[in-house]
DNA sequence: ACAACTCGTTCACATCGTCGTCACCGGTCG
DNA sequence: CGACCGGTGACGACGATGTGAACGAGTTGT
């Protein structure tokens, strides 16, 4: 595998989960996620900015590539999607979550415990 | 253990599977499995590689030595021969999996296990 | 040489996955 | 409370993949 060592082989970690865009790959535990292009780009540009609220504008303009539309939902879809089956890969934690208003912002946090509403690990 | 092209006797091993590229065979619970040559040549170089997508193009460059045409579902078939074999020798396994858009990923997951459409492993 | 067989390739059709969109619902904030 | 904003399930169109079968070339057995 003579790759350059360079840029190629990006890895991001986001707690628990593993993401190799170059390979169109995510991994939660050793185990595959099954995610379609768009849904592995954008679960990309959220990881890549961990921890900053992004704006839909934003995250549309990184994942397909042109501007949004007004009241365009697909964002919202596409986040809800991923929710899903990362929930399915991962029950008991929440990666995605929701600035009223702004947009999203990608973090790994564990659920269903009173004291995390407002901290990040 | 990344084996060098010209390794004598290489071993490739997934899951429940055995295959021995250059004793032209495959195995899996010592029995072994008839394939033909296009057949073996194809589960091997996807061995080669488990647990990373490859590309349609890419495998058919390895297997079949020139560059596939546009439109060529010969990997596809090929891919389909493997898997139904596989399965006759090891039900209950799947060791191909699809990648929508983007080609095909080897690794050993058993089936059945009720609701992980999400991952695999 | 002939028949039977295997293999590789290609085709046509069936099925599935993805994407973008919509409508409706519930939550949030002023 | 009322106006928005985001969550959610469903849908149709399209393209990608799954699948069975036909075909011809090569091989083997007789």
């Given at each position: 595998m003579a790759l350059a060592a360079n840029t190629r082989s990006e890895v991001l970690t986001v707690g628990p989960l593993e993401i190799l865009p170059d390979e169109h790959l995510a991994r939660a535990g050793g185990r595959a996620l099954m995610l379609s292009i768009r849904e592995l780009r954008l679960l990309t540009e959220l990881a890549r900015r961990a921890d900053r609220i992004m704006a839909r504008e934003e995250l549309f303009r990184l994942v397909w590539g042109r501007e949004m539309r007004t009241g365009d939902r697909s964002v919202d879809v596409y986040v809800r999607k991923l929710r899903v089956k990362l929930?399915?890969?991962?029950?008991?934690?929440?990666f995605i979550?929701?600035?009223f208003g702004f947009g999203?912002?990608?973090a790994?946090?564990?659920k269903q415990h009173g004291n995390d509403r407002f901290t990040t690990d």
């Open positions: 929930e399915a890969a991962l029950p008991g934690w929440s979550h929701t600035h999203y912002r990608m790994a946090e564990r």
